[in-house]
């Protein structure tokens, strides 16, 4: 199976999932909980698209949260307010990354597998972004359960993740 036909199949999958709504609280739960989470101050995240796990009840917790921004060829992480970008994506209004010494970084993905591999939307830009800033970062990656597979395809510019929540699991890498 390659990537492509992953994605395709994922978006199909998840056209017909009935559980978002119950999986999105359970997530979001899962998150809340984890101690990664609990004992950092920043979170990097993403304004969820129509058919990612809806994060957003955490945006009311007293954290500071960064959303990414395209830059060139790279991705960086601002405080909002958000206004819709040229990859029709909500994106800080404000180009001008803010500095942090430590965060849990909260990476959306099309599919995920039990190693820590993710497939994102194709871009690369969470898997440059990871590879620059390792060492700062807690990665943890999010999806419904039927996004998440034993192998998907991946190649030596793809960054695993330190964890993975879904509706049904929680993993460590």
Do not use: W
Not at 17 to 46: A, G, M, P, T, W
Request: include cysteine; aromatic fraction near 12%; charged fraction near 35%.
């Amino acid at each position: 199976m390659d990537k492509r036909f992953l994605r395709e199949k994922v978006k199909a999958d998840l056209a017909a999932f009935k559980n978002k709504e119950e999986e999105d609280k359970e997530i979001v739960n899962r998150i809340r909980s984890l101690k990664e989470y609990k004992e950092n101050d920043v979170i990097l995240v993403y304004s969820p698209l129509f058919d990612e796990v809806d994060i957003s009840p955490i945006f009311c917790d007293d954290k500071l949260f960064l959303f990414p921004y395209i830059n060139g060829d790279e991705m960086a992480f601002s405080t909002g307010p958000l206004k819709i970008d040229r990859f029709n994506i909500p994106a800080p209004i404000e180009k001008r990354e803010t500095a942090f010494d430590r965060a849990l970084i909260i990476v959306p993905a099309r599919a995920l597998d039990r190693n820590g591999f993710r497939l994102g939307r194709g871009a690369g830009y969470y898997d440059r972004y990871l590879k620059r800033n390792k060492k700062r970062l807690f990665s943890l990656s999010i999806c419904y359960s039927i996004q998440l597979f034993d192998h998907i395809p991946h190649n030596a510019e793809d960054e695993k993740v330190n964890s993975i929540i879904t509706g049904n699991e929680l993993l460590f890498f």
